[in-house]
């Protein structure tokens, strides 16, 4: 069961947010799924999550690829060590485009029931990154 798990965690990162993939979003998106670190104001459903991927990272970010360090799977829950990059080609919560390499560092844990993403919590870089291109 844990390597299944793992293999789902792995198959979402590379396929829905390196690849952008939405088919795979609704294959392995539970339709009662709930991220707990949602940033406060945003949806904490799968349609936060598509938010999240779709409207901010997608469109900022060109060339998007994730490098996966670690995993951990325990039970139902995946633990993942990772980083997301890209180039800043597209504006990003109203920073204009900088064309710079960027990288988001990120650790996330997921629980995964019946080969779907059920619960997410997780920290990310992304808020010192927003920071560092407003400079």
Known sequence: ?????????LRFNKEVIEQGNQESFKELMDDNFINHTAREGMNNGPAGMRY??????????SDIKVTIYDQIAEGDKVTTRK?????????LM???????????????????????????WGMNTLSALIAKLSE
């Not at 069961?1 to 965690?9: D, Q, R, Y």
């Not at 109203?94 to 997410?120: L, M, S």
């Open 52 to 61: 999240m991927f779709e409207e901010i990272l997608r469109p900022a970010f």
């Open 94 to 120: 109203g920073i204009p485009p900088t064309g710079q390499k960027i990288t988001i560092d990120v650790i996330d844990i997921v629980t995964v029931k019946n080969g779907r993403y059920f619960e997410h």
């Open 83 to 91: 980083a997301i990059t890209g180039i800043h080609t597209g504006p």
């Open 1 to 9: 069961m844990e390597n299944n798990n793992k293999t789902v965690v």
